[in-house]
C-alpha cells in the first residue's frame, strides 16, 4: 500500500472506531428523541392514553446507555491493536451507515456469541463441522489441515473449528466486525460476562414492551476458557497457533494473479505476496453466508479455485441474497490486459443453478441439500422475520481444470 | 376540496398514470440495462464462461415488453374512470418511487388475484371470513351487514365479502392499488385473462432463471363470472350493489370530528360530511395487513370505534411492521383547540400488548390467536422471504365507552 492508500485505510478505521464511541448519541437521536418527540405532539388526551409512555422512555434510555458503555469499551480497549493512541475525540467524523452498522454488530453479537442465537446459527454450523469432521476423523491430525473461512464476521465458526483442531484462518473485509470480533475472543473475561440491548432499535413486531428491552448475555461460551479446557485433551495441540484473523477482501488476499484491479484487488506488493503464498494451501475453505457478497462471483470462484489445493473442499452454507443487486454504482476496474472499464456493480446475480452451473468448470459437486430453513440476525421472540431457504453445498477442486 | 387541493391531487393521479404507462422503459433500464452493461465489463475470458447470458437478456427483455404492455393498458383502459382523458404523453412526470411502486402492484396481484397466492392469501382471509359466516349465518340478510374494508389494496377481500352476501366498502388510498383494483375488478373479462412476469425485478435467492422469468396468471377467479353465478342461487341479492370502494384516507373518511387536522385529515366539507353519515354505521370493519399503516395509531382506533355500531365487531389480521417507524418526516398537525404542532411522523410504534391494552379503551377482546405464520407479497418459490408471526384478533366495540 503506498502512503496514501495507507492514510485513507486508516480514516476508515478511525471513522469506525468514531461510530463505535459515539454510538450512544446516536442511538439516543434515533430510539429516545423521536419517540419523545412524538410523544409530546400528542394532544393531552391522547398522551393520557399512553399512562405508561414515561417510563417506557427511561426504560430505553437506561438501554441506551448501557449499550454505548459497551461499545465504548471495545473502541478503547482494541483501538491500540490497530496502533491506534490518539485520544478518541480526534478519531474522526462517522457517518449516519457507520452508526447504522453498529446496530448491526448488536444483532451478529446475538446471533453468534448469546445462547438465543444458538438454534439460527447451528443450522449450518453443525452441517458444516459434521463435514470436516468427517472428512478429518483424526483430531491430533488437524492441525496439519488449513481452513480458511472468508466472511468471518465475529469468529464464532473459526472458534468452533479451532475447538475441532482445525489450523482455521478468518478473512473479513469490515472494521466494524473485525473491532468486534477481536474483542470477543480476546478481551472477555468469562461466560456472559456482558449484556447489552440489542432489540430497541425496532419497534415494529415486538410482542411487548420487555421483549424489546430485553438483555442479550454474551459470550454465551468464553472462547479463552473453552480453548483452555480442551488443551488438557489435547497437550500436544499447540491451540494457541491455530486461530488467525485476516483483514481484508477475500479475493486480494486468496486470489490469482489475473483478475481485474479494482478497490478490492490490486497489485500491490504485500497483496500479491500473500496471494502468492495462499496459492493451493489450503484443504477447506467454508463460504457462510458469503458467497452472495460478491459483486462478480465469477472472481470468488476463481480465488476459490486459487487458494484450495487440488482435490480439497469448498463447503458453502447460505442463500444467494445478491449483496450489490440493488447498488446503482459503478466503479473502475483494469483488466489484466490493461484495458480500462467500468463496470456496474450490479448485474451478476446468479442463480443457484447457474452458479452451480459455472462452479462446475473448477469443481465437483459432492453433496447438494436445499432449502434449509434459516433465520439470519434475526429476532427469534418477535413477531416475523427473514426466513431463507438455504443452500448447503459440499465441492472438491478438480484435480485438474 | 377547494381547487389547489384539487389540482395536487389530479397532479398525484397524473404521475401513477404515468409511472403504468412508462414502466416498460423504467423496468428496462432497472433489469436488462443494467445486467447488459455489467456483462459487457466483464473480461471476454469471463464472458465465455457464461454462455446462456445472451439468452437471458432477450427473455428478461421479452417479459419487460409483456409487462409493459399490460401497465399500459390498465392506465388508458381505466383513465377515463377518473376524468382524465388527455394523451399519455401529457399525464405527467413520475418518479423513482412512482415506477418502484409498480413493481409492488404486480406482486399484489399475485397476492390477491392468482392462484400461486391462495396459500398465503387463505391464512388470514379464511379466518376473516369464518368468523363474519359465524356471527351472520342468514345469507339472506348478510346484504343489510355493512363491513368497511380499509386498505383494501386490490380489493380480493371485498370481492370474497360481497360473495358472502355482505354489503362491503373498500376503502383504499393508493392511486397504484386503486388503478389495478378498478382494472381487474371491472374489465378483465375471464379467469387467467392476462400473464405477467412479476419476479423478473428480484435475481437474489432464485433457484434458477426459469422460475424467475415464469408468468403468473390472473385473475385466477374472474369477479364478475363469479358473482353471476351467484347470482342464480340468490336472486332477490343485488350484488352490484354490495361493492364500492372509497378513495382516501381511512381517518379522513370514517373517523370522528375531533381528531387533528393533517395530510390526511381535513375540515373539508365532503369529508366532514361522508364522516358524518358514517358514523356509528358499520356491523364490521376488517383491518387485514392495515393497522400498522398508521402513524398515530390511537387515531386509527378512535376512526374504528366511530365509524362502528355499538357492539358490532373488529377483526384484524396482520403483523405490525409498522410502516413510517424509518421515517425521519416531520408535519404540521393542528390539534383540536387550533394550537398548532410539529409532529415526527414515527415515534408511536406501540407493541402488540400495548395496542391491545390501548383498544379496550373502546374495545371488547373476543378472541386473539397469536403466532400464525405468513408471508405477504412472497415469491413462494424463491430461496426465501418474509414470515410474519401474525396476530388475529376478534374485538367488540363497547356499547357504552
Keep these: 500500500m503506498d502512503e496514501e492508500e495507507l492514510k485513507a485505510e486508516q480514516r476508515v478505521l478511525l471513522d469506525v472506531l468514531t461510530a463505535y464511541y459515539h454510538y450512544e448519541d446516536f442511538a439516543r437521536r434515533d430510539i429516545v428523541l423521536s419517540k419523545r418527540a412524538k410523544y409530546e405532539s400528542l394532544t393531552f388526551e391522547e398522551q393520557q392514553l399512553l399512562p405508561w409512555f414515561h417510563d417506557y422512555l427511561a426504560n430505553l434510555e437506561m438501554c441506551v446507555r448501557m449499550n454505548g458503555e459497551f461499545m465504548r469499551q471495545v473502541a478503547v480497549t482494541v483501538a491500540p491493536s490497530w496502533g491506534i493512541v490518539s485520544s478518541p475525540d480526534t478519531w474522526g467524523s462517522a457517518q449516519y451507515q457507520d452508526y447504522d452498522k453498529v446496530r448491526y454488530v448488536m444483532k451478529q453479537i446475538v446471533r453468534e456469541w448469546s445462547s438465543e442465537g444458538c438454534e439460527e446459527r447451528c443450522t449450518g454450523l453443525e452441517r458444516i463441522m459434521g463435514v470436516l469432521g468427517r472428512e478429518f476423523p483424526d483430531f491430533e491430525q488437524r492441525s496439519k489441515a488449513r481452513v480458511l473461512v472468508p466472511g468471518a464476521g465475529l469468529g464464532r465458526l473459526n472458534h468452533e473449528l479451532v475447538k475441532m483442531g482445525f489450523w482455521c484462518q478468518g478473512n473479513e473485509f469490515s472494521y466494524h466486525m473485525l473491532l468486534a470480533s477481536n474483542y ?180 465437483e459437486l459432492i453433496h447438494r441439500e436445499s432449502g434449509i430453513e434459516s433465520g439470519y440476525s434475526s429476532d427469534v421472540r418477535a413477531m416475523g422475520g427473514y426466513k431463507y431457504r438455504c443452500e448447503f453445498w459440499v465441492l472438491k477442486k478438480k484435480l485438474q481444470s
Design 184 to 363: 470477543i475472543l480476546n478481551c472477555t473475561r468469562m461466560a456472559n460476562e456482558h449484556s447489552i440491548f440489542p432489540f430497541i432499535h425496532s419497534t415494529s413486531n415486538q410482542y411487548s414492551r420487555s421483549l424489546q428491552t430485553r438483555p442479550i448475555f454474551f459470550p454465551d461460551a468464553h472462547p479463552l476458557t473453552e480453548l483452555q479446557m480442551i488443551q488438557k485433551d489435547h497437550p500436544t495441540t499447540d491451540f494457541a497457533d491455530l486461530m488467525s484473523i485476516a483483514s481484508g477482501s477475500f479475493t486480494d488476499l486468496y486470489g490469482p494473479e489475473d483478475l481485474s484491479e479494482s478497490q478490492t484487488y490490486s497489485k500491490e506488493k504485500f497483496a500479491m505476496e500473500f496471494r502468492q503464498e495462499n496459492a493451493n494451501s489450503f484443504d477447506c475453505v467454508v463460504t457462510h453466508f458469503f458467497i452472495d457478497t460478491s459483486s462478480n462471483v465469477i472472481e470468488y470462484l476463481k480465488t476459490l479455485n486459487h487458494c484450495l489445493k487440488p482435490g480439497a473442499l469448498w463447503i458453502n452454507y447460505g442463500p444467494l441474497l445478491w449483496h450489490y443487486e440493488d447498488d446503482g454504482a459503478v466503479y473502475e476496474i483494469k483488466h489484466p490486459d490493461q484495458t480500462v472499464h467500468n463496470a456496474p456493480v450490479r448485474g451478476l446475480e446468479l442463480s443457484a443453478e447457474d452458479l452451480l452451473s459455472l462452479s462446475s468448470n473448477w469443481f
